[in-house]
């Protein structure tokens, strides 16, 4: 069994993208770019792993650290070239087995499935030297060139600022990703020059070495949306959308039924349950869980919650980080929950907040109430127990306990304890002065006149 090496390339300066932070930090569906390449790789026998970055990438590097702990990181100071980038690569790894292969990434290609990786892989298994992933572009402008000789075979990798009038015409292009036998690789690597237009080191030019050298080099084509490269903004917006599309796509097909499936923004780790219904303009962020029968109505934002079963949520609803929500809860419109836990059958129907909070099971909290945790210092936890009444307009101010079964008068301010089963009230008494508005009236009508 040969050795799969791999080399992902992530060194690049973020010029097109023309932001100050590195373009493998880019998200889509709530995951930077470099992420996604590393994840479609973690699923093949990879044997050593080398991502390349250049200087001030400390936090790439932080991110290859947690998502691949055992790959190494080798710094390219300067941006010369994909060939010089996998030259560095290559110097880090030392000799592999002999038989070993050499798998290249570039990270700005994030919608890679692993099961195409998979053909290119055994394309050199197979006895290629060479094996390049070529996808028929709908505007190949950027992106290099799949040359055939007049026999039709591939003969080399022409890129765009190089590339002749008729050669542009050429909608067959490369993807970027390659596989190489890695003896031909150390072998030929180092005789690619960098006499072309953008004065780089062009690992692409490693077509035209191997088949100068009689190697054999293999083709393949894949679909063009797994091979997006995100050089500018809009690059990230239409893979961001890919990427959408097939996480709708996927949880539609676990039973889940999006109305306006293109208004709805998921996460790669969004999780969606059959039964649930998710209305229009829906957000996700990351560590969503809903539970089967979940209906999240039009215009909510979720982040790092688990919403029970048949609980329903919306519309305009926030539900933020360290949220639990329990099975037939019921959460309404404008409604704002953070880090709390919301128990089975809880109602917190209308215009409220609830932070750092555990409300009970059955427990109803009106319109308009409010848990004040902070005290402009530090959090403090409400805590409100089942089956209790919390009326419209109250502030609960934290840290303060709601016994069970009790109950809160709607406009007050509570700053103690409120034992299980009593009323707790706090309000100014209402005054009423009969006929006070007869006399205010008529006094002004005899100043006027
Ligand atoms: C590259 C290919 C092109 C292909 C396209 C697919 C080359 C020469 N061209 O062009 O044929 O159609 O990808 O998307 O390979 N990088 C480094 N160090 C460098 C230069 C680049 O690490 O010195 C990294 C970048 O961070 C990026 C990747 O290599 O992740 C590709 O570089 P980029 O400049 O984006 O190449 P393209 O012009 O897109
Ligand atoms: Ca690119």
Redesign the pocket.
Known sequence: MRQTDLII????KATRVRTTRP?ALHAIAGRPLLAHVMTAAQSLDISRVVV?TGPQMAPVEDLVRRQWPDAIIAR?QK????A??TRIGLEVLGQGLPDSMTLVL????PLIEPKTLQRLVAAIKNGAQVAVLAFRARDPA???RMIHDETGAFVA?R?DADATEQERAIDL????IMAFGSKTLRNLLPHIGNRNAAC?F???DMIGAAVAEGLKVKSLECREDEVV?V?TQADLARAGEIMQNRLRAHAMAGGACLIAPETVFLCVDSQIGHDVVIEPHVIFGPGVVLEPGVVVRSFSYLESTTIGRDAQIGPFARIRPGTQIGVEAHIGNFVEIKNSQIHTGAKIGHVAYIGDSEVGERTNIGAGAITCNYDGLSKHRTLIGKDAFVGSNSSLIAPVTIGEGAYIGSGSVISRDVAPGALGLSRARQVEKPGFMTRFLTRGSKAKS
């Open positions: 390339l992530a060194a690049g373009k390349i390219q941006a010369l070239g994909t010089d980038a570039y990270g700005d290609t950027g992106y290099g990798i890129e292009c490369n993807s970027g780089e062009y690992l692409t490269g050089n």
